[in-house]
Structures are given as structure tokens and as C-alpha cells.
């Protein structure tokens, strides 16, 4: 059986494609509930109710999964960013429409930012890895890139842009998350302008 059946964890088209789902999403809750060190192949099986040696059938063993798990996530919100990209609205109004769109993707599945986030600061990013990121953020980096040129926004690193504006939406994902704000209480434009007010040229 292949591994690289499926575009999305969350898309399912066959019986393979079916296990290798349930696989990706019980890794996904056992890794955001216990951390990437705490968390064992016999406990993502438990959390997907499949024996031990199925999740070898699909992966060769847990460091392969999670990578798998970050690209998988990473097309996910490849394919939101470049959904909500037009060319006929100002660059304003596209980051607002991006902002939005993947903070409603965080809402609906909260494991998500939280794997982000962890991957981020562990020791999978290696520097193979850091060199295919680009790929993962490629269009949003074109996005800055082209709102640069147009003296849209502040001139600064790529990188240092996607950090002023990614990390409230999953500093405002967790605070919900924790019950430390409602969403009906929530002015949800009102967050996406003082990100876009962070990064704009005055």
C-alpha cells in the first residue's frame, strides 16, 4: 500500500486512504495533548483503536508521521491562502480575507495551531527541513513579497511578517480554547486591522 495516497488528513477516498485518517488524526490529539516526547506509536494506535503494528503498515515510524502530519497541515493552509487571494481587491482587503480564513480554520480544529506551534520550536525542524519550508510558506511569502514592492507594508524579513501577523491568531485560537474570551465577544475585523495595522506602512 502506498503512504502518499491522500492530499489532506482530513480528505478520505478508500479504505486505505480511510486508515491512514484515522492514523494522522489520532497522532494529531495524542501529540497535542501529551507533547511530541510523550507521545508513543502504542498511544496514537490506542487513540485510533487500530493494533501497533497497523501504524507501521503506513509510516515507518513516528518522526516520519509527524513530518508527514506538519506538510499535510501545511498544504491544508497553502490551499486557504491561495483560495483567498484575488487580484482584483487591495492588498488590505486580501490579508484581511487571508487573516480571517485561516483563523476560522484554527477555530474548527483547534489541534492544528497547537501541532504548528510545537513542531516549530522542536527538534524536527532540521535544516533539510528548514530549507522545505519555503515550500509551506510560498504563498503568503509571495503575498508580502508583492506588498512590498508596492510600498504596501513595512520592509521587513518575510519570516518576521508571518510572526506579527500568525501568532495572534493562535494566541486569540488558545484564549478561546481556555475560555479566557467568547467568540460572540470576539470583533473578529477588529483583530485582523491591528495585525494589518502592525505590519502597514503609515
Not at 485518517?21 to 501529551?34: E, G, H
Not at 495551531?113 to 519555503?134: A, G, H, R, V, W
Not at 512590498?148 to 518576521?160: G, H, Q, R, V, Y
Not at 506579527?164 to 479566557?180: C, G, N
Amino acid at each position: 500500500m502506498e503512504k502518499n495516497q491522500s492530499k489532506s488528513p482530513l480528505v478520505t477516498r478508500g479504505k486505505v486512504k480511510d486508515k491512514r485518517v484515522v492514523i494522522l488524526n489520532a497522532a494529531l490529539t495524542t501529540i497535542t495533548t501529551n507533547g511530541f516526547h510523550g507521545t508513543s506509536i502504542k498511544m496514537i494506535a490506542n487513540e485510533a483503536k487500530i493494533a501497533t503494528g497497523t501504524i507501521y503498515i503506513y509510516f515507518t515510524n513516528k518522526e516520519e508521521m509527524i513530518v508527514e502530519l506538519y506538510e499535510e497541515i501545511g498544504k491544508e493552509i497553502n490551499d486557504i491562502i491561495s483560495k483567498n487571494l484575488s487580484a482584483v481587491i487591495s492588498t488590505y482587503q486580501n490579508f484581511i480575507n487571508i487573516w480571517t480564513a485561516i483563523l476560522n480554520f484554527y477555530i474548527k480544529d483547534p489541534r492544528k495551531p497547537e501541532f504548528l506551534s510545537q513542531f516549530t520550536y522542536s527538534p524536527y525542524i532540521t535544516s533539510k527541513y528548514d530549507q522545505n519550508s519555503n515550500i509551506f510558506l510560498a504563498p503568503i511569502q509571495r503575498f508580502f513579497e508583492d506588498a512590498k514592492n508596492k510600498k504596501t507594508i513595512k520592509p521587513l524579513p518575510n519570516l518576521a511578517l508571518i510572526t506579527l501577523t500568525h501568532s495572534p491568531i493562535t494566541a486569540l485560537v488558545r484564549m478561546l480554547k481556555y475560555e479566557q474570551v467568547k467568540l460572540d465577544n470576539i470583533k473578529i475585523e477588529q483583530y485582523s486591522k491591528a495585525c494589518w495595522d502592525a505590519i502597514k506602512i503609515n
